[in-house]
């Protein structure tokens, strides 16, 4: 079955510091990958996706994600973290000829300034 | 071009009774999804509609329901509510061309407390 592991709940940071959020999935074919950020009282926003190709894909707002198919990872960062990322973050993933997402329990990022 | 909307934002029902809640897509987007998000049980893939046929179904119960109309839009009704079914319930679309990405835009999502 299906299922998609983000083993961080929290993680605090400070400002300009790197960001590494990790994620975690099994799934027995190529799966398709994602990250969505939701800020309170939000729906989802889609950060990045990955479907097949460069192992390095970059999203919006100066993510970037990695699929590691021998690790089953797809570890989200970004270089340099700011304020307005503080957010909760979601790994999901997916299938072909299907839109249902399966979704880790979400890590919830704090940015201290 | 307007995002996903979804109708109403809050909604405050009593145990037993039942709800609707309404979508939106995307212009042209012709799948919809619903999923419900709960503290406890975080994301959860509800349904998933496409040309007014259902495609897929998440484990719930049968007191929830969904349709698409012919055009895109979408509602979930759940019946006999119950305290656990408070809960941000979340419609998405997207266009559905699988020779392209299936990306999905989220809705802001309905607030749905149970008393």
């Known amino acids: 079955a299906q299922s998609v592991t983000q083993p961080d709940i929290h993680i605090t940071v400070s400002e300009g510091a790197s960001l590494e959020l990790r994620c975690n999935y099994s799934?027995?074919?190529?799966?398709?990958l994602f990250w969505y950020v939701q800020s309170p009282g939000q729906g989802l926003q889609l950060l990045l996706k990955?479907?097949?190709?460069?192992?390095l894909v970059q999203g919006i707002k100066g993510f970037e994600a990695e699929f590691k198919r021998s690790q089953s990872s797809f570890n989200l960062r970004k270089p340099s973290v700011h304020w307005s990322d503080a957010a909760e973050y979601f790994c999901?993933?997916?299938?072909?000829?299907?839109?249902?997402?399966?979704f880790g329990t979400g890590t919830r990022l704090q940015v201290f300034p | 071009k307007a995002g996903v909307t979804q109708t109403p934002r809050y909604l405050i029902k009593t145990r037993g009774q039942q709800v609707t809640l309404s979508c939106s897509p995307i212009?042209?987007?012709?799948?919809v999804s619903w999923y419900q998000q709960t503290p406890g049980q975080g994301l959860q893939f509800l349904f998933e509609?496409?040309?007014?046929?259902?495609?897929n179904k998440g484990n719930f119960p049968g007191r929830f329901s969904g349709r698409q109309f012919s055009n895109s839009r979408s509602e979930m009704n759940v019946s006999t509510l119950e305290l656990g079914d408070s809960a941000l319930y979340l419609c998405?679309?997207?266009?559905?061309?699988?020779?392209?990405?299936?990306?999905?835009?989220f809705g802001p999502g309905t607030r749905l407390t149970v008393l």
């Open positions: 998405a679309s997207s266009s559905v061309d699988r020779d392209q990405s299936n990306e999905q835009f």
């Open positions: 799934y027995g074919a190529t799966p398709y």
């Open positions: 990955y479907f097949s190709g460069d192992t």
């Open positions: 999901a993933v997916g299938a072909y000829n299907t839109d249902k997402l399966i």
């Open positions: 212009s042209g987007h012709r799948s």
């Open positions: 509609y496409f040309s007014e046929t259902q495609r």
